[in-house]
């Protein structure tokens, strides 16, 4: 595998526009849980027995906020209880190194942010969970670990409203701006799209490596499993993010 490393690496150090795709198996080698596969948080029912995605859904939050923010919670709980890695880090000095070099993250742990990752060039699909704000008067709350301690949901201080994370719930519109921000981009085109620790559940996911794979860019696949792009991508490097991201870099 180091041989097709170092010929990725080549292509990325000679590329100017490089968009880096991430998915929750970037964060799994933080200790976060995915949300498909072994150990994915949507394998099962909730023990209310609704699927998780009706308990972490847009409508949900609505008819019963206490039972959304359980499930929300334990997202919390689980980012805040860890933190980047040696993946997001080499994500990060990437996108120093090259100007051009552009990051489409689905996770909401806000772990490219507290890499370092250039927040101008990072476009989080799925909002982020934190600063929460309140959907009656729209004040921001910063303490989101303070109010994972008490009961659910985390009310407003100031009207006593219920809170909310800034991310996409399940049946919730993506964020305009973001999505405004990834066709403008896609539309000026990549020469390298790398993927990192996603299952490409999502068509705006996949249609980054479909149109840069037909403009003749390099897609590569970085994932110990096969998923839906494996066959769409020139290159599948099957190994875990956290191994293969840092040696990337180093031949950079
Ligand atoms: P998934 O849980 O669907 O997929 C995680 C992928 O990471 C799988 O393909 C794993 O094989 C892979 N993986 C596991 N460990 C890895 C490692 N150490 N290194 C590299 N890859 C690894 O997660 P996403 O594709 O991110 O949306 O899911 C997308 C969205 O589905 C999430 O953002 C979430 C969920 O619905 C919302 O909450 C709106």
Redesign the pocket.
Known sequence: MDEVIARVAQAIAAAERILVI?????S??SGL??????G???NGHTAEGLPI?AA?SGPMLQRDPALCWKYLAELGKACLGAQANA?HHAIAELQRRKPGCWLLT???DGYHRAAGSPMERVIE???ELAPLYCQSCGAVDPELSEHLKRPLPPRCRQCAGVLRPP????E?MLPEQAIARLYAELRQGFEVVLS???????PY?VEPVLRTRQAGGLCVE??????DLSALVEVHLA??????LPKLLSHI
């Open positions: 991430t998915g929750a198996g970037l799994a080698d849980p995915t949300y498909r596969g072994l994915g948080l949507y995605e972490l993946g689905q996770n909401i699909i799925h909002g991310v996409v719930l399940f919730e990192v620790g996603t299952s490409a559940s999502f996911i970085i994932n110990p499993d096969s998923t190994g875990r993010a956290l191994d293969v």
